[in-house]
């Protein structure tokens, strides 16, 4: 891209003009965060310190950052984690994007009474980001998470080291709720499973449609396949008292009720993301 020597600021205009060019969303953001990241440099360095020549083998490193980027690569899969709910976590070929809507699922476990030391299931863990988000939050809690991706299940153990509750949390490798026993029950159960519907996949963003492990976005034409596998059995393992909590879909929400109402519980509330979309419902055991 470039040979000859670059200040900081010459090289932060540039790379945000060529991202520009290639048509990325937000191009001024991107090319902060990958010269922030493939240079080392601190937020001061690029507000005070535009005028710094760049070594060349930074700026090489920041190029192939770029270059990347420019064929849709999400910048979080360039270096490998993003930021969710104030906390960093790895991120995989193996793993789910985490995305700022899937905090909606965490605000409302948080407003749960939950007390002291609830025991927490996490069905299609991925990066472990729901989990150990609410472990980390509530100091006294437990969990299980479940994925049926080994290579995510090791994705989730290293994020829970980083964040220091790898010893309450359990990993299991299965199917939703096939690893479990019987006799086992959670006071909340927790899920963000795949519910694209299959025809829609191709109609997504490219940077999740080429990037985002396919098997975390769709599990059948409906897009409620998983929920139905989920919800025939949940009742066995909610104890009593106990919630469920399932990011939904657009659109979803009536869809979910039904599904629900058809598995003798309940929807006890639902929460709206940002945008005001329906996100997230919570479900309950009371008998229709």
Known sequence: MQNTPETLDQLLRRIRLFLKDKGMDNPSLDARILVREGGSFSDADLIS???????????????????????????????????????????????LDPRPDTETLIEAALKLRLGPTP???????????????????????????????????????????RHGVEQRIEFRHGSWLEPLESGESFGLIVSNPPYIPAQEVESLAPDVRNFDPRMALTAGESGLEAYKIILKDLKKYL?????????????????????????NMSVCDSYVDMAGVLRVIEVGCGEK
């Open 49 to 95: 310190g535009g005028d710094s020549l760049v070594q060349p083998h930074l700026i090489e490193k920041i190029e192939q950052f770029v270059l990347r980027r420019a064929v849709g690569e999400p910048v979080s899969r360039i270096l490998g984690g993003r930021e969710f709910y104030g906390r960093y976590f790895a991120v995989t070929k193996d793993t």
């Open 119 to 161: 025991k927490i299931l996490d069905l299609g863990t991925g990066t472990g980001c729901i989990l150990i988000t609410l472990l980390a939050e509530i100091p006294g809690a437990t969990g299980v998470a479940i994925d049926l991706n080994v290579g995510a299940l090791e994705v989730a153990r290293s994020n829970a080291t």
């Open 239 to 263: 104890g009593c008292g106990g919630r469920a909590l399932f990011e939904i879909g657009c659109g979803q929400g009536p869809d979910l009720a039904r599904l629900v109402d058809n598995s």
